[in-house]
C-alpha cells in the first residue's frame, strides 16, 4: 500500500520543480507542451548582489532557457546505466523521464544545489541515519536493494555516474545516511559484480596519484563490506574539523559547462575534446596557468596509470565565492586491467585516443592546439612518469601491508610500471 501511494505521487503532475542552492530559492524548471525542459531565474536571485549563474552555459538572464542547455545541465545530475534503470524501475518511471526521476531524486545532487518539488523550508537540524554493517553488507549482496532508494522517498538522493554509489556522512568515525535533504559528506562506491575488485582498483589508483603530488580526492578502502568498498570523501563539501554544520559548494562537470548531455560525454560521440577542456579552463577559472599544467598532468597520469575513462564528466569545475577552478580529480581507474573495455583513451593526445602509442609528436601537436610551449607539455608528462616510478614501488608494499595481498596486486603495479617506461621511451623519440 505504501509503495502504491509512492508511486501515485512521483507519478502525480507537476507543473514546476524548484531549484535551490542551500536554502535560497534559485530558479524553476518545468515542461513546456513540446515536452521540452524549461528553466528561468527567479527576479529575486538574478537581482542579488551575490548571485551566480548555476553553469558556464546558463548565464543569468531574465528570459527563461527553453530546451537546449535548460535540459542538458540538470540532465547531467542524474545517474546512468544500471543504476538509472534501477531507480527508474523501483519508482515506475521511464528511463527516458529525465524530469521525473529529478523530481524524485533530485534532492543531494553533486554540488550545491537541489530540485524539489516545493520551496524547502530551513531546517535547524540535519538528519542522518546510521547504517550499521549488517545493512552496508545487505547493500553488497543483495539485487533487490537500490543504493538510491535505501533510505525511502524522503532521502531525495541522487548521484550522476554509472557507478553503485551512495552519499552517505562520517560521523565520529561512522558512517550514516542522510534523511530529508541533510547534506553527505562522502561518496560508498559498492563493489561491481561486473568488475571485480575494483573499488581496490581505484583506492590504489587515486592514493598513487596523492603520493605523486596531483590534487585529488581522498579515499580509503571499506573493509567492512565484503568484497570492499570505497569511501570517498566529497570535494564539493566543507565542514570544520570539530565535524560542524556541513556546507555545499557548488560545481559543474565539463559536459554540464560545455551544454553537453550526459549522452555525449566521450570525445568519439561528440563530447568534449582535451583541447575543448583546457580553452574552458583558461577562460573560466581563477588561477589557469596552474589549471591548464594540471589538466595536462591529469592526461598524462591518465596513460600512465592506464585509464582510458577520463571523459567530460569526469572533470568539473569548483566554485567558492568568486573562486573557481578545476576540481581535486576523481574516479582515476586502471580500465585496462579489465578485458572488454575499450583501451582508447575518452580524450584524445594530438589526434591519438591509443595510449599504447602516444609518442613525442602527439604532445606537440597538444601544445599548439592550445597555445603552449611544447616543452612545458613535455616536462609535465616527463615529471609525471619520474613521479610514478619514484612512488610506485614504496606505495605497493604499504597497500598491502595496510589491506592484505589484494589479487590485483598481482598485476596492476607491474602494469603501470610497464606503461611509464613505454611513455618515456616515446618521449624520446620525435616520431613513431
Same mark, same amino acid.
Given at each position: ?82 543504476? $538509472?534503470?534501477?531507480?527508474?524501475? $523501483? ?43 549488517? $545493512? ?51 561518496? =560508498? ?41 570505497? =569511501? ?16 555545499? =559548494? ?107 602509442? =602516444? ?35 614504496s606505495w605497493s608494499k604499504e597497500f598491502r601491508e595496510r589491506y592484505g595481498k589484494r589479487p590485483i596486486l598481482q598485476t596492476l603495479p607491474d602494469s603501470i610500471k610497464r606503461r611509464a617506461r613505454g611513455v618515456s621511451r616515446r618521449l624520446i623519440a620525435p616520431t613513431r
Open positions: 500500500m505504501a509503495h502504491t501511494a509512492v508511486l501515485a505521487t512521483l507519478m502525480a503532475p507537476t507543473e514546476e520543480l524548484f531549484v535551490q542552492f542551500g536554502d535560497d530559492p534559485v530558479g524553476r524548471l518545468r515542461i513546456d507542451e513540446g515536452g521540452r525542459f524549461c528553466f528561468a531565474y527567479d527576479a529575486p536571485w538574478r537581482t542579488n548582489r551575490d548571485a551566480f549563474p548555476i553553469s558556464l552555459s546558463l548565464p543569468l538572464r531574465a528570459e527563461e532557457y527553453i530546451g537546449g542547455s535548460g535540459h542538458t545541465f540538470f540532465a547531467n545530475l542524474l545517474p546512468e546505466g544500471g543504476a $538509472r534503470q534501477a531507480v527508474c524501475r $523501483r519508482l515506475g518511471i521511464s528511463e527516458a523521464n529525465d524530469f521525473a526521476l529529478l523530481r524524485a531524486i533530485g534532492g543531494e545532487c553533486a554540488g550545491a544545489l537541489s530540485i524539489v518539488t516545493k520551496a524547502r523550508p530551513r531546517r535547524s537540524e540535519p538528519r542522518y541515519e546510521p547504517l550499521g554493517d549488517k $545493512r552496508l553488507q545487505q547493500l553488497v549482496e543483495s539485487d533487490d536493494i537500490v543504493p538510491l532508494l535505501i533510505g525511502g522517498e524522503s532521502t531525495r538522493l541522487s548521484l550522476a555516474g554509472a557507478q553503485d554509489k551512495l552519499p552517505v556522512t562520517v560521523i565520529e568515525g561512522e558512517i550514516h545516511l542522510p534523511i530529508d535533504g541533510a547534506p553527505s559528506t562522502h561518496i =560508498l562506491k559498492l563493489p561491481n559484480r561486473r568488475y571485480a575488485h575494483l573499488p581496490i582498483n581505484e583506492a590504489f589508483v587515486m592514493e598513487l596519484a596523492a603520493r605523486m603530488g596531483l590534487d585529488v580526492v581522498k579515499t580509503e578502502l571499506c573493509t567492512r563490506t565484503n568484497p570492499p568498498s570505497l =569511501l570517498v570523501k566529497r570535494y564539493d563539501r566543507r565542514q570544520s574539523a570539530d565535524e560542524g554544520p556541513v556546507v555545499r =559548494l557548488h560545481q559543474e562537470d565539463v559536459c554540464q559547462a560545455l551544454g553537453l548531455p550526459p549522452t555525449q560525454k566521450y570525445e568519439q560521440e561528440g563530447g568534449p575534446t582535451l583541447a575543448a577542456t583546457i580553452e574552458l579552463a583558461r577562460s573560466s577559472v581563477s588561477q589557469p596557468g596552474l589549471d591548464v599544467l594540471r589538466l595536462i598532468q591529469w592526461q598524462a597520469f591518465n596513460v600512465v596509470a592506464g585509464n582510458a575513462d577520463g571523459h567530460g564528466k569526469n572533470l568539473s569545475i569548483l566554485y567558492e565565492g568568486r573562486d573557481a577552478s578545476i576540481a581535486p580529480f576523481y574516479d582515476l581507474v586502471s580500465t585496462r586491467h579489465y578485458k572488454g573495455l575499450d583501451a582508447k583513451l575518452a580524450m584524445s593526445v594530438g589526434g591519438s585516443r591509443d595510449m599504447g602509442e =602516444l609518442h613525442r609528436v602527439h604532445w606537440e601537436t597538444l601544445a599548439r592546439d592550445v597555445g603552449i610551449a611544447a616543452r612545458v607539455v613535455i616536462e609535465a608528462v616527463q615529471e609525471i612518469v619520474e613521479r610514478c616510478t619514484e612512488t610506485l614501488g
